[in-house]
């Protein structure tokens, strides 16, 4: 939580000696998540039904760290927007 806090620069949950309470972004950034999450489950569902095999894992990782516009500042994927891959 607190990573995710450094990153937006922004207080997602307000810590006292009695708990924590969600702020009013809380629910948003967990909305967001939810979603992300929808998908994942999407594209598992969408692979086992291409391979006729149960895909359990699927691995996806962008770091904190990666700047908000990261995709145009790295050449391997500038001008990819809306494109599709190739395999």
Same mark, same amino acid.
């Given at each position: 939580?607190? !990573? *995710? #806090?450094? #990153?937006? /620069?922004? %207080? *997602?949950?307000? +810590?006292?000696? @009695?708990?924590? %309470? !969600? +702020? /009013? @972004?809380?629910? @948003? *950034? *967990?909305? #967001?998540?939810? !979603?992300v999450l929808a998908r994942y489950d999407q594209a598992l569902a969408v692979m086992t039904a291409r391979t006729g095999e149960s895909v359990t894992t699927l691995r996806i990782g962008i770091p904190l760290e990666l700047p908000a516009d990261g995709a145009t500042r790295r050449p391997a994927v500038r001008g990819t927007q809306g494109a599709e891959p190739r395999w």
């Open positions: 939580m607190s !990573a *995710l #806090e450094r #990153e937006f /620069d922004h %207080q *997602l949950v307000i +810590r006292s000696s @009695t708990g924590v %309470q !969600a +702020r /009013d @972004t809380g629910p @948003t *950034l *967990l909305g #967001e998540c939810r !979603a």
